[in-house]
Antibody, heavy 119, light 111 residues
């Protein structure tokens, strides 16, 4: 059974770059799409973007200018970088399998990791 | 402001049937499948319904989904205390380059 675990700093300073990694276990990262989703405190879910194992990506238009998602198939990991962060980027960040199209739903998800943007 | 609109809260007593609505537009629900997730605090969101009304293996048949034009609903029958959670709808949206959109979530309380 595929499982995902998010990891990375829990505190990032304003204007810096948020970096997170999702490690996939129990299955190969190959041949699948992989997504990042976030949830600010007290708010709903927001899809950030996806990456295909081959490296092709698609990002939420609202975040596109600041987001980079990459993949390392040798480590069975994919990563998120969000630049120029502000307090509005404080959220629980989730990784999930899927998201490549309307037929490629998001499942399963990791438990999420809280990232706080503060000086 | 979420793209899909859900009521912020819903409630029911054990054994009751409750429904949670999700409203969208022609660029998302009107054109694509709806998905539902159950989210317990501190846990990974769990897929409850896919392709409008399909249940993954292991999801009880107390949970059912439906869709009509640009709206969808999640129904939970025989309500149980362990159903108390946040519920989110999701759909693909084909505006711009295509992306996933979610509802703001509905907090279900079992009284």
């Amino acid at each position: 059974q595929v499982q995902m675990q998010e990891s990375g700093p829990g505190l990032v300073k304003p204007s810096e770059t948020l970096s997170l990694t999702c490690t996939v276990s129990g299955g190969s990262i190959s041949n699948f799409y992989w997504s990042w989703i976030r949830q600010p405190p007290g708010k709903g879910l927001e899809w950030i973007g996806y990456i295909y194992y081959s490296g092709s990506t698609n990002y939420n238009p609202s975040l596109k200018s600041r987001v980079t998602i990459s993949v390392d198939t040798s480590k069975n990991q994919f990563s998120l970088k969000l630049s120029s962060v502000t307090a509005a980027d404080t959220a629980v960040y989730y990784c999930a399998r899927g998201g490549g199209s309307f037929l490629n739903w998001l499942d399963p998800w990791g438990q999420g990791t809280l990232v706080t943007v503060s000086s | 402001q979420s793209v899909l609109t859900q009521p912020p809260s819903a409630s029911g007593t054990p054994g009751q049937r409750v429904t949670i609505s999700c409203s969208g537009s022609s660029s998302n629900i009107g054109s694509y499948y709806v998905y539902w997730y159950q989210h317990l605090p501190g846990k990974a969101p769990k897929l409850l319904i896919y392709r409008n009304n399909q249940r993954p293996s292991g999801v009880p048949d107390r949970f059912s989904g439906s869709k009509s034009v640009t709206s969808a609903s999640l129904a939970i029958s025989g309500l149980r205390s362990e159903d108390e959670a946040d519920y989110y709808c999701a759909a693909w949206d084909d505006s711009l380059s295509g992306h996933w959109v979610f509802g703001g979530g509905t907090k279900l309380t079992v009284l």
